[in-house]
């Protein structure tokens, strides 16, 4: 079973979240119609939070959130000439008092060689406060940003809807969508691209990127 953990591990994670969010804390089957209807494609739900755990229990070699990275990058106009699957890694709560156990939550790391580039998708649930929380010190990472800069991002995505667009941060590396959730607790995508907070995808495309992915997140 693949584990990893944010960049700064266990209680310097916990410590750098802590000073971000102290800077926050002032503001069924259907018919296949192009085959005769007899064929049947299983219906699927929005992923849950205890879905989720259960996935990054056991996240196997392939991704288990069912993203389909070429089709995402297709609909979102970017030409890139291979995607090559990469690492999956799961992680739970593990006993110490970092970010992930405080939240009760679960989160699924997919690596993915897109074109050049390297792509990460992280998929986050918690059980209690916001998805996007436990992702800040590596948004802050890949996207290079002041802390300044990722409060104001990190406001935004909280205020957004799941469901709406993704929120693009500044460099234009990194972007996070709220994801619909089948039960309570709160689910996020985070999609970095490139390296040192740069990408060779234009920020509307990692944004439309994003979404799709986001769109697609079932079980």
Request: aromatic share 2%; net charge positive.
């Amino acid at each position: 079973m693949g584990k990893r953990r944010i960049p700064g591990g266990g209680l310097t994670v916990a410590a750098v979240v802590a000073a971000v969010l102290a800077a926050c804390s002032s503001y069924g089957g259907t018919k296949d119609d192009s085959g005769g209807g007899e064929e049947k494609k299983p219906t699927r739900s929005p992923l849950s939070v205890g879905t989720l755990r259960k996935l990054a229990a056991e996240p196997g070699t392939t991704c288990p959130v069912p993203y389909d990275v070429p089709a995402a990058l297709r609909a979102a106009g970017a030409e890139v000439d291979r995607v090559e699957p990469g690492s999956v890694d799961g992680e739970l709560p593990d006993g110490l008092d970092t970010p992930l156990a405080r939240a009760n939550g679960a989160l699924i790391v997919c690596g993915y060689r897109v074109g050049a580039e390297r792509a990460r998708l992280f998929t986050v649930g918690v059980a209690r406060g916001d998805a996007v929380d436990v992702m800040l010190p590596q948004i802050q990472h890949d996207a290079r940003m002041g802390r300044g800069a990722l409060r104001r991002y990190a406001e935004e995505v909280r205020e957004s809807e799941p469901g709406d667009a993704p929120v693009v941060a500044p460099g234009g590396s990194v972007a996070a969508a709220r994801l619909r959730t089948a039960g309570g607790g709160d689910l996020a995508l985070v999609v970095t691209v490139g390296d040192d907070g740069r990408t060779r995808l234009s920020r509307h495309r990692v944004g439309a990127l994003t979404r799709h992915l986001a769109d697609q997140a079932r079980r």
